[in-house]
């Protein structure tokens, strides 16, 4: 199994949390598409702890091209970005190396690795890996916008509270484009940023769910068996860190239906075939149906916190606690809609090399 | 995008509801496993519909192993399977061709396929191509049990009924095995089946929730990102038709619970590490940790409905309306579990050839 | 390492030589291609044994196309070949079964699988095999053909006499399409004939050289690293038994050159840009240039042979003798050319989706 | 089709020429490997143009292993490594972007990347991008040689001129481990390089044949159709630039025997199964035999030659005449020996992986 990914398209992610530079490779990028500096630094800000929410961690993310783009375009070879760790700590992670944090990669990594991954700062599982996974999605993105695709999304719940649905996709994904906060009512959002803030006054942390649209796929993406959109996508999302479940359209909702309520009935708007409802989330039989593309994750609670955790010794063998040191998000919902976006602007649009 | 799937151990299916045959290929078997054809009819015997539940097409499944197989034994090399069609009515779905199935691929498949697709019985997008994929799963099964590898699916939800949750695995996967309709409690079982008939004589469906739970795997299995133990199951499970959520552990309802309730804190139980609770459901940072699997998949409904709807004729481009003629489960939950089953099998078989 | 090759077409072969059915899986073919059952059965024609030439085993070659063709016409969705073996007599060869024949895959089948293949009549190994290949490249061709592009062989080389080399392709192709001896000289063809026949009397085999061109290939096909056009195309060309090596354009012997003399200086012809030469047989830095594309492959003399040979018991681990009992062709040449024409069909059309 | 190649082991390369940086990705590797910088840096030094047959392009190769290794052993995660570019003169190439170079992969790089590629120096064709592969390969070689994996290449002919074959072939490859110039007979070798530079001096460049043997393997590596040892191993060889044939043990010389003189005949050596001769170079029926792996690759004389050469103008379509500026080797041949070594080792490595 690999960090390589994608059929047309192909994504190889590299680096661990403390070593000196993280990065990517994208191969398959067709020649000639715009590649923004500009539009990088914004999608890696989106992604940047927000204020008061988020780890003490200063990450301006400088990041820089080394192959790939010739004269502000894609020269349709492998794209190399790399990007420099900063400001790193390791003190606060060594004394870690031998009793593993509680819901984290390390026991695991320890066993998959045989004892020889990087510790520090969860090596290559960090989530300071999806930083060059978001620069690489801001490329992506910007071939979507290209062919009429665009993507959204927002935390439709966080902290046991919840955003309102969406509504006219086509003006909220554009308000949610660059908002540091996703939520599609603001009032809601301050209400989960306060709720955030009391679960990390109590030395805990939050969780929630992360809903996406996607406007203006064609139909016709995907396949019958094995290589659903469904399938293809949940693949990648289950790469966010903390994604336990995806669902598609009205997802286990729907599993509560009967038939007669579920099913998206046809009707032509003009010279094109609609759904009257989209329970199905713009996906039938594993293929895209022209509807718009929804989906949710659930992203648990951070597992990294505060308070005091019993866990093993390695080396002992004998049971032990632990408390977290280091610089934590209390609820990473927030920065993870960055990583939903580029990995959903990644599956697309290696699909849409397909037709 | 491809039907050839796994990266060790590949599956390839193939056929069409209405053609001669249907059938699989499966590659990078281990030489010298047992292959008993007696394991794949239970198998295949747990798909085909129960009772009063199911369609009335008879499925009896007769099947051939044309490859592979010597003296009893995988030989290493690719092993195909074979099923007949038989017991086919194409008069029911001819008229059908140009007038999509809402819920069903018939509208998708005829703009990926550009017409070109056995429209038959919904062709290649027929849950009958699930019983080749059976008949492979009885073989990965017994695979993963000479390694000590169980699994075992009961139906959670169905027809917004529950069953009892899962409380001694082995016991309960024990129970499993062979039950013609997969629940841990009978009388909820009853209530379910009874649920379900009502609906079908409203002419309507239900949908539910399959919980998978796997006992006996390593920890080590996955990768930290991308083919991450989630993504690769995720990206199987959503073939099975009508899947339209996965979620792992706690999935979803762990996104409603704060860091300190949510991690699974670590003991020594004698030489082993184990978490005290599974709330990650044996995932953590995409590999498994040694406890048991745990998973849930979200069925809608059935889309095949006696109740008339409204869909648009693909000729003409009008509104039209149709009645899904031939025989239909109203709920396909309970069958759906050998094929939850199966393609578990492959991927954690494929994941263990890894090691 | 797998059976199923390809990337945007993938092929999977399956069967032993004395099971019930060989045949193979052909996916990612566009929907609505001609297939044509007569233009199988002529291409299956070309790959049986050709009169006094070749074994006695009559392969009449009669299949079944199971899946993915509807109304004459590919679906898009796998198309299943199936072949079923006939006039077999297992009995000479299974006391072979732990005395491996020089030159075969015996001895490195027996370690691979472990014992456990099917040994009767090489199994897997088998050059029947090729069959179905040969029935997946008649549809490969002709899909080529409906783009312009033309694939022609001929026996450059056999029992150390020479061809005439190609002087008008387009004319040598079609000239060469359904010549049972494949030759551009029929009277050097007659005298190879003779040179096989010759062999054949002391018991023994001979090997050739095979040349193909390909007419009509769009430049641009190919990348610069790992998927070359060559290294695809050889890839697959050391799949034909017997094939020991793969040389592209003047190949060795451009090794001998200088640069003055090597490199195709290249010209306008009317619009159209193309060399004066060809020593490089139509690919540069991996990728076409537009030119005809050129290979050969060495074939390696049937290793069946009717004079005994040494060889080594496998369970009782001492030397002994065997004398190689069954049906062989003293020259596989002249049928393995419609093997290359299948696979090479098989790699250009898979490259040509990627435009 | 991709930079990313491999199954258990996979390697992505990127950079171009004249770019900031050029490197690779090495993903799968076992954790726990020895990656010592010096073993690099000595292959490297093998890779650099040895006095009066080259460039006079100085390139010492300074490189940084950005990721993937953790107190000097590999992780087992991706693996990443940096080569900067230096001393770099771009002017020289410029002018040439309209002006394909013949025998280069100016032209179809051009129709491939649509003129988006990076014309300088050759940008992601140039040969530059071999030192990434080949400090990817120190590794892989020492990986090997942890499991008694020998491998070794000379210069069989080079400008007409035959070094001698292998004799003892542990001796010989130690001798070669180390040698600035790749040959046997030291004697022959010198002929070989006064005809380089005799060469040279006209202007022109000359070719050759490497000779690459393997010692170590077991038996039973590979596969009997597609990935077959030969189809592996060929598809990265034609990566080499230049190498335009590969052939198997006595490849088409084979092609010229009878079977009874070509086949490899099978003895007891002790407790091994051990063939008389080795014509077959290893390698029966797509599988490795336990006997040294042998095969040659035709390397093409460099095509940067001093003389003028015609040739095109892409932006006037006109006839025109370019004379290579820069500096360029003679003959790439020795060179070309740490590449073959580098690619040998990764699909080798790649294959004992499957066991």
């Known amino acids: 199994m690999s960090n390589c990914f994608g059929k047309n398209l192909t994504l190889t992610l590299f680096g661990e949390s403390h070593g000196p530079e993280i990065g990517c490779v994208i191969d398959g990028l067709r020649p000639g598409l715009r590649v923004e500096e500009e539009a990088i630094a914004q999608q890696l800000a989106l992604r940047r702890p927000a ?9 301006p993310d400088p990041f820089r091209i080394v192959s790939g783009v010739w004269q502000g ?17 390791s003190d606060d992670y060594e004394s870690l190396a031998h009793t ?7 026991y695991t990594g320890f066993v998959k690795y045989r004892g020889f991954a990087d510790p520090r700062g969860g090596g290559h599982f960090s989530g300071r890996l999806t930083a060059p996974l978001v620069a690489a999605g801001a490329i992506f993105l910007a071939a979507l916008r290209e062919r009429g695709v665009a993507i959204g999304t927002h935390i439709a719940r966080c902290a046991g509270l919840e955003d ?44 929630g769910v992360l809903e996406t649209a996607v406007l203006g796929l064609p139909a016709g993406l995907g396949a019958p068996w094995f290589d659903t959109v469904e399938g293809l996508l949940s693949h990648a999302l289950f790469s966010i860190p903390a994604v336990k479940g995806v669902e598609f359209g009205d997802g286990f909702a729907l599993a509560e239906l009967r038939g007669s309520q579920g099913n998206d009935v046809f009707r032509m708007e003009g010279e094109r075939v609609v759904t009257e409802t989209n329970h199905n989330g713009g996906v ?6 022209g509807m718009p593309l929804l989906f949710r994750t659930a992203i648990k609670p951070t597992p990294s916190i505060a308070i005091p955790q019993r866990t093993v010794d390695l080396s002992t063998h004998k049971n032990t606690e632990i408390t977290v040191q280091g610089r934590h998000d209390p609820c990473v919902v927030p920065r ?3 990583v939903q976006d580029s990995v959903t602007a990644f599956v697309l649009l290696d699909l849409l090399e397909d037709l």
Not at 51 to 59: F, I, Q
Not at 188 to 196: K, N, S, T
Not at 284 to 289: E, Q, R
Request: glycine residues 10%; proline residues 8%.
């Open 336 to 338: 993870a809609r960055a």
């Open 100 to 106: 593993p944090r509680p819901g984290h990669a390390d």
């Open 284 to 289: 039938n039989g594993g293929i895209t149906n």
């Open 164 to 207: 309102r649905p969406f509504k006219h996709l086509a003006d909220d994904l554009q308000a949610l484009a660059h908002a540091p906060f996703p939520v599609l009512d603001v009032g809601r959002g301050e209400a989960m940023q306060a709720a955030v803030l009391a679960a990390a006054r109590d030395g805990d942390s939050v969780g």
């Open 73 to 89: 375009r894609s020269t349709g070879t492998p794209l190399c970005i790399l990007i420099p760790n900063r400001d790193v700590k």
């Open 51 to 59: 204020g008061a929410l988020s780890t003490a961690r200063v990450e």
